[in-house]
């Protein structure tokens, strides 16, 4: 059961020294108790709080740390919805290659897997991980797990039925930081061994919840946590309910069986069918997805998905206040200004560029918000605009002393000419959308 904030100061040393970073030792135990801080941020902690205190303030979705040097997290979550807080590790996107499939297209999907990358909002995303998939007798499915963590360096999946191959590819690949699927009850501890003597994680699997359950607070017990749960389910509505009632029990019941990042193959060869499972997955606090092919056009709207969901609500993300070009632009073109806002910048400079001008894109500190929301704070107002352009280069840069505001702040126009002598302020369009017809009209007369 959780403890409350004043239970657990009573474990702590009360000498409110404040190394925590908290002002009391009450303020460090309220925060433990909110699952937001970790016991060992308190080097006073005495044994018997770190017995006490271990289980219960561990986050209720245990951390997995994956890959060689053990920098993809997963798990950590500690609410249900996204709004409440933020969600912490985003779902590992994987592709899997079987050891029956054509040797050239197993090169190629490897090499595919290696160098793709997607840019979205200044952010680089790549796929996280490679599914191995054992189908054949024989030593080829070692012998793919070997290629593939060479090949491409990424934390793999292995998964087989066959424990003993599970566990000599695992050998193959030590040190990888991979997972091992999956531990059904008969080969539990075959695998468990397997995964601890080689730094891998262990996904357990049962053909219904209360097995699972089972099997997984069994491995615990064994001293054994580096655990991932795999669902048996076997159509969309199985997946969504499974993964809810899981994550909620974990959650709201504190129930530590179901506390593990999930992970799920989806074996499909129907791309709608695969795109649908995938969205659901990540939706539903998937853990690692598994798609059963490479495709750019389904990565791109998946990856583009999960960075939604997985940004901080409360942190938008910005890009760096400077002074951008657009195209090729030069000493004569044009001057628009825009917030760091992420999203607004990469609209108002993509609308630009549909728009077939070159132009100098001014973008000062505004805290990554948006235009109006900056406005309204006082973040973009005449005078800090201003000076954040005395601040640069742009007076050096350009000619041209005529500068494009969004058409929302059209009250700052006349503060902004004040605060900047020599400089002729143009309204420009309230929508980024219309950029290209105010370009037509305004600019290239
Ligand atoms: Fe109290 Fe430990 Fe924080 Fe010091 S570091 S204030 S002893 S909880």
Redesign the pocket.
């Given at each position: 059961m959780a403890l409350t904030g004043l239970q657990i100061q009573k474990l702590?040393?009360?000498?409110?020294?404040?190394?925590?970073g908290?002002n009391?030792?009450l303020a460090?135990a309220m925060k433990l108790a909110a699952k937001k801080a970790e016991l060992s941020e308190?080097?006073?902690?005495s044994d018997e709080a770190k017995t006490v205190l271990g289980a219960a303030s561990e986050p209720p979705v245990k951390c997995i740390e994956l890959g060689a040097d053990k920098k993809l997290k997963l798990g950590a979550e500690t609410v249900l919805y996204r709004h409440e807080k933020t969600f912490v590790n985003q779902t590992a996107l994987a592709v899997n290659i079987n050891d029956t499939d054509d040797p050239a297209y197993i090169d190629k999907t490897l090499e595919t897997i290696k160098n793709y990358v997607l840019e979205r909002v200044g952010e680089k995303l790549s796929i996280d991980m490679i599914a191995v998939t054992h189908k054949k007798s024989g030593d080829s499915f070692t012998a793919l797990a070997e290629k593939a963590w060479k090949t491409c360096g990424k934390p793999l999946i292995l998964r087989s039925a066959d424990a003993h191959a599970l566990a000599a590819a695992a050998a193959a690949v030590k040190g990888s930081g991979s997972v091992l699927f999956a531990a059904e009850s008969a080969f539990a501890g075959v695998l468990k061994q397997a995964a601890s003597e080689n730094g891998h994680a262990l996904a357990v699997s049962a053909p219904d919840m209360d097995e699972l359950a089972s099997l997984t607070a069994e491995m615990k017990s064994g001293g054994f946590n580096n655990l991932l749960i795999g669902f048996q389910t076997h159509n969309l509505a199985e997946l969504f309910q499974t993964h809810s009632i899981a994550r909620r029990a974990a959650l709201k019941d504190d129930y530590k069986p179901f506390g593990y990042p999930t992970v799920h193959f989806i074996d499909d060869e129907d791309f709608f069918s695969v795109q649908v499972n995938a969205i659901t997955s990540i939706s539903k606090y998937g853990g690692i997805c598994v798609l059963p092919f490479f495709d750019p056009a389904m990565l791109a709207s998946l990856m583009t998905l999960r960075l939604n969901i997985y940004t901080d609500p409360q942190k938008p993300i910005q890009v760096e206040p400077k002074i951008y070009p657009v195209g090729e632009p030069d000493e004569n073109s044009p001057v628009f200004l825009t917030t760091n806002f992420s999203l607004t910048y990469f609209i108002v400079s993509g609308e630009i560029e549909n728009s077939g001008t070159s132009a100098w894109l001014t973008v000062p500190e505004c805290e990554g918000m948006s235009v109006l929301t900056a406005w309204a704070a006082g973040k973009f107002s005449g005078a800090s605009i201003a000076k954040f352009i005395k601040s640069t280069d742009l007076e050096k840069m350009v000619k041209t002393r005529q500068i494009i505001i969004p058409g929302y702040v059209a009250q700052i126009s006349g503060e902004l000419e004040e605060n900047l002598p020599g400089w002729k302020v143009l309204v420009g369009p309230q929508e980024a959308g219309d950029i290209e017809s105010f370009v037509k009209a305004r600019i290239r007369k």
């Amino acid at each position: 059961m959780a403890l409350t904030g004043l239970q657990i100061q009573k474990l702590l040393p009360k000498t409110n020294c404040k190394e925590c970073g908290c002002n009391t030792c009450l303020a460090f135990a309220m925060k433990l108790a909110a699952k937001k801080a970790e016991l060992s941020e308190c080097p006073y902690a005495s044994d018997e709080a770190k017995t006490v205190l271990g289980a219960a303030s561990e986050p209720p979705v245990k951390c997995i740390e994956l890959g060689a040097d053990k920098k993809l997290k997963l798990g950590a979550e500690t609410v249900l919805y996204r709004h409440e807080k933020t969600f912490v590790n985003q779902t590992a996107l994987a592709v899997n290659i079987n050891d029956t499939d054509d040797p050239a297209y197993i090169d190629k999907t490897l090499e595919t897997i290696k160098n793709y990358v997607l840019e979205r909002v200044g952010e680089k995303l790549s796929i996280d991980m490679i599914a191995v998939t054992h189908k054949k007798s024989g030593d080829s499915f070692t012998a793919l797990a070997e290629k593939a963590w060479k090949t491409c360096g990424k934390p793999l999946i292995l998964r087989s039925a066959d424990a003993h191959a599970l566990a000599a590819a695992a050998a193959a690949v030590k040190g990888s930081g991979s997972v091992l699927f999956a531990a059904e009850s008969a080969f539990a501890g075959v695998l468990k061994q397997a995964a601890s003597e080689n730094g891998h994680a262990l996904a357990v699997s049962a053909p219904d919840m209360d097995e699972l359950a089972s099997l997984t607070a069994e491995m615990k017990s064994g001293g054994f946590n580096n655990l991932l749960i795999g669902f048996q389910t076997h159509n969309l509505a199985e997946l969504f309910q499974t993964h809810s009632i899981a994550r909620r029990a974990a959650l709201k019941d504190d129930y530590k069986p179901f506390g593990y990042p999930t992970v799920h193959f989806i074996d499909d060869e129907d791309f709608f069918s695969v795109q649908v499972n995938a969205i659901t997955s990540i939706s539903k606090y998937g853990g690692i997805c598994v798609l059963p092919f490479f495709d750019p056009a389904m990565l791109a709207s998946l990856m583009t998905l999960r960075l939604n969901i997985y940004t901080d609500p409360q942190k938008p993300i910005q890009v760096e206040p400077k002074i951008y070009p657009v195209g090729e632009p030069d000493e004569n073109s044009p001057v628009f200004l825009t917030t760091n806002f992420s999203l607004t910048y990469f609209i108002v400079s993509g609308e630009i560029e549909n728009s077939g001008t070159s132009a100098w894109l001014t973008v000062p500190e505004c805290e990554g918000m948006s235009v109006l929301t900056a406005w309204a704070a006082g973040k973009f107002s005449g005078a800090s605009i201003a000076k954040f352009i005395k601040s640069t280069d742009l007076e050096k840069m350009v000619k041209t002393r005529q500068i494009i505001i969004p058409g929302y702040v059209a009250q700052i126009s006349g503060e902004l000419e004040e605060n900047l002598p020599g400089w002729k302020v143009l309204v420009g369009p309230q929508e980024a959308g219309d950029i290209e017809s105010f370009v037509k009209a305004r600019i290239r007369k």
